[in-house]
């Protein structure tokens, strides 16, 4: 009986529960009609409160209960104000859970436009790379035709090779790091064809797990720099020094290459390494990098987790 009572009240409450619902977002949309808002909420509440007492008095009492009522009890002061407070209790959670509901989305939705702003960016960044990449490849055959090398021919087939990848598999969110470590190596190859006996080149790889998924092109614009601005930039006999380490997810990547003795106050930060550096901060929370500009030796340290890939 006591359920039936309370369901039927229902007709009551629920109606009761939207109009404030509506009233508290108009004080949060209109906030000049405050006082409207309020005077509406009290009649509403007191209009709701003879209803249930005459609801309680006139069906629930004598045809749930079977007991004798009188219309003098609808007005009951102290069961007007028990009758109040119930319904001040039942609106005030339904208005905590709308409150909360919409709380929710929002925030959501916050996170929804925050992703998109940080995936707009990543693209933007990738973006910039490949155009420098492929601007300074373009460079190089450039000085090889001038020169009517034998070896432009095969330059333009390694390039198509890497545009290949760079059109197609860099959209991906993340590759292997196997194949991350055959482009480093294709674009070795690449240059190794300009520079030929003066540059030395050292690629040692300890890695025990080539399928770990990694960003792609996230470690070729530090190999680029290191012939940008090292084996370009040195004018007798250069190296460049590369190590791939990976273990249980933990990369560690290093870089060397020479550099001459004076240009140690030269800026050596580009485009892809300022791009490089702000991809790894939307992309790999758990990353350092180390830059060290010496007088003969520039040497770049990353380190980054893997299995703590950012979902950007």
Known sequence: MAFFGEVSQLIIKIPLCYFIIYLVNNLA????????????GMVA?????????????????????????STAFIFNWQRMITTFLDLV???????????????????????????????????????????HFLFNTLNNIYALARKKSDDTADVVLKLSKLLRFMLYESKKNSISLAEELRVLNDYI?????????????????????DAQ?????????????????????????????????????????????????????????NIGLTNVRRQLELMYPEHSLNVEPGKKIFKIALTINLHRHAAV
């Open 29 to 40: 949309t209109k906030p000049r009609k405050a006082i409207l808002n309020i005077l509406a």
């Open 45 to 69: 509440f007191a209009i709701a409160v003879i209803l249930q007492r005459f609801l309680i008095i006139k069906f629930i009492l004598p045809h749930l209960y079977h007991e004798e009522t």
């Open 89 to 131: 209790f039942i609106v005030g959670i339904a208005v905590a859970v709308k409150e909360y509901r919409l709380s929710q989305r929002s925030r959501e939705r916050e996170k929804g436009l925050i992703k998109e702003k940080l995936e707009a960016e990543l693209k933007f960044l990738r973006t910039q790379t490949n155009p």
């Open 189 to 209: 190859e690449l240059e190794k064809i300009r520079y030929n006996e003066r540059l030395t080149i050292r690629f040692t790889r300890s890695i025990d797990d």
């Open 213 to 269: 998924p990694i960003a792609p092109l996230i470690l070729l614009p530090f190999v680029e720099n290191a012939f940008k601005h090292g084996a370009s930039e040195t004018r007798f006999n250069s190296f460049i020094h590369i190590h791939a380490q990976l273990q249980k997810g933990q990369l560690i990547f290093t870089i060397e290459n020479s550099r001459e003795e004076e240009g140690e106050e030269k800026i050596t930060e």
